[in-house]
Every structure is written in structure tokens, then in C-alpha cells.
């Protein structure tokens, strides 16, 4: 079995920030064909910051621990921060792996994460990233 770094493996054994955001600005859904992981990623913005950021996964160790890490470190930073953050949390990560068997389930949390703060941006400005109109759901009386 291949050793992972001391930092992996406390994220794997005791994730942080598991579960949903009610009410969220933001969710990114991912999946990985190769092994079948699927994650989400929710995000929760106070004025221009993330106050708050939950996982939940089915998947591997890599892709848990992952995201424990980025939910830990991308809080209370402003969306350009988070994306430079996460961008810097895979490098770090990949470069610690013993093998590299297990790059995709490494980068789930990043393209989340990415898609969580495209559909927050698609909600400020109605206007999706890819093309098209995000269509905000009317509360009828």
C-alpha cells in the first residue's frame, strides 16, 4: 500500500465540513468516469466571501480528503482568492502522491469547487459562463 502524506491522511480519517448548505449560493457537481466518484461541492457567500463551504462525495480516500482540505482553506476568502487557493491545493496534493494512480480523484474538489462559484456567477448576473441564461425559479403566492 502506498504511504500518503501525514496531512492526506488526517483529511481522509477526520473530514471536515461533510455534508450540505441549506439554501446555498452555489453547488458544483462532478463526476469521475474512470471510478466512478461523484461529489458536490456547496458555497455559501457573505458580501464577497465564502463564509462557508461543505462536501459531500461518494468516492475514494484521495477525492474525501481532498476536499476536506479545500473547504478548510478556501473559507472566509473572496471567489479569485478561492480559485487561486484551489488551483495551489491540488499542486500541493499531487505533488506529495506516491503514485499517480490517483490524480483524478485529486482534482474533483478543484473542478467542484469551479463549478459551485459558475453557478453562484450565474446567479448575480443571470447570464451562464458556458452560453445561455440561468432561469432563477419565481416563488409563486
Request: charged fraction near 25%; glycine fraction near 8%.
Amino acid at each position: 500500500m502506498a504511504k500518503y502524506p501525514k496531512l492526506l491522511m488526517e483529511h481522509f480519517q477526520n473530514p471536515r465540513n461533510v455534508g450540505e448548505i441549506p439554501d446555498p449560493d452555489g453547488v458544483g457537481t462532478v463526476g469521475n468516469a474512470s471510478c466512478g466518484d461523484i461529489m458536490q461541492m456547496f458555497i455559501k457567500l457573505n458580501g464577497n466571501r465564502i463564509s462557508e463551504a461543505k462536501f459531500k462525495t461518494f468516492g475514494c480516500g484521495a477525492a474525501i480528503a481532498t476536499s476536506s482540505i479545500l473547504t478548510e482553506r478556501i473559507k472566509g476568502t473572496t471567489i479569485e482568492e478561492a480559485l487561486k487557493i484551489s488551483e495551489e491545493t491540488v499542486k500541493e496534493v499531487l505533488s506529495q502522491l506516491p503514485s499517480k494512480e490517483k490524480i483524478p480523484c485529486f482534482t474533483l474538489a478543484a473542478e467542484a469547487l469551479k463549478l459551485a462559484i459558475e453557478e453562484y456567477n450565474c446567479k448575480q448576473t443571470g447570464i451562464h459562463e458556458r452560453g445561455g441564461f440561468y432561469i432563477k425559479e419565481i416563488e409563486k403566492d
